[in-house]
């Protein structure tokens, strides 16, 4: 298209669009820019969504994960090279920039913002945060050391997700992947952020499953050697005990 029908799309694409809510007004610098942002990418988007559909949903996973080298595996396409193609238009179009040798790619500040506001607004925001926790669950890697440099890369990802979703914190996919997240932190020493994570399952499975089911029992147990290793004895000995005394209700005073 010539620039004069591009200014006059982006002119419609800036009216339809209210973010005047987003900052106060001493920054209206950036809330100008920020809503030319979100016009170009909301045309940008609409041209996308007309060549490739695929395209266009890859930025609606970015939003929902940590900008920075978010892995092409997380990204679901009928070929490799489909994905490929997808992203190389997205790099066209500036939305995001390719990370060739590391398989992955970044996405802007500006952009990223304006895809979770775009996505807010529709009210598609949930939707497309469950999609990705389901995307993260099916290639995070159990906490064996083999495969320590994958849960390194994926962690912020799924810890941004799971940050954001955190009224959905009974369902199942996100309760999986929060455990993932859990012990791949105790395996790499970060015993805070494990913590925080070992509360979340261990409460929900006790909303979920009830407080005597062998899972809930283990997240318990799993959230009490957290403590220990931060040497906070009484804390690990009250929930331990608990297990102890549960699983001997439960499985008998004998079972292995």
């Given at each position: 298209m010539t620039v004069q029908e591009y200014q006059v799309l982006l002119d419609e694409h800036r009216e339809a669009l209210d973010y005047s809510d987003d900052l106060s007004e001493d920054k209206q610098r950036e809330s100008g820019l920020r809503k030319t942002v979100a016009a170009t990418l909301s045309l940008s988007l609409c041209q996308i969504d007309q060549t490739d559909e695929v395209a266009a949903n890859y930025l609606f996973v970015a939003a929902c994960v940590d900008r920075k080298d978010i892995p092409l595996d997380l990204l679901e396409a009928a070929s490799q090279q489909a994905r490929e193609d997808a992203v190389k238009l997205?790099?066209?179009y500036a939305l995001v920039t390719r990370r060739p040798g590391e398989r992955a790619f970044d996405v802007h500040r500006l952009v990223h913002q304006a895809l979770r506001k775009r996505l807010r607004v529709e009210g598609q925001l949930l939707k497309w945060t469950q999609h990705t926790i389901e995307n993260l669950l099916r290639v995070f890697p159990n906490d064996h050391d083999s495969n320590r440099?994958?849960?390194?890369?994926?962690?912020?990802?799924?810890?941004?997700?799971?940050?954001?979703?955190?009224?959905?914190?009974?369902?199942?996919?996100?309760?999986?992947?929060?455990?993932?997240?859990?012990?791949t932190l105790y395996s790499d020493g970060r015993w805070k952020e494990a913590e925080e994570l070992g509360v979340q399952v261990m409460e929900a499975r006790k909303r979920v499953l009830g407080e005597e089911h062998p899972n809930t029992l283990t997240s318990m147990n799993n959230l009490a050697a957290t403590y220990r290793n931060q040497g906070r004895w009484k804390e690990a000995e009250q929930l331990e005990v608990q297990v102890i005394e549960a699983r001997?209700?439960?499985?008998?005073e004998e079972h292995p």
């Open positions: 997205l790099n066209r440099s994958k849960w390194r890369r994926l962690l912020p990802h799924a810890q941004h997700a799971l940050s954001h979703d955190l009224a959905n914190d009974n369902k199942k996919e996100r309760l999986e992947l929060a455990r993932k997240c859990a012990d001997k209700r439960v499985l008998g």
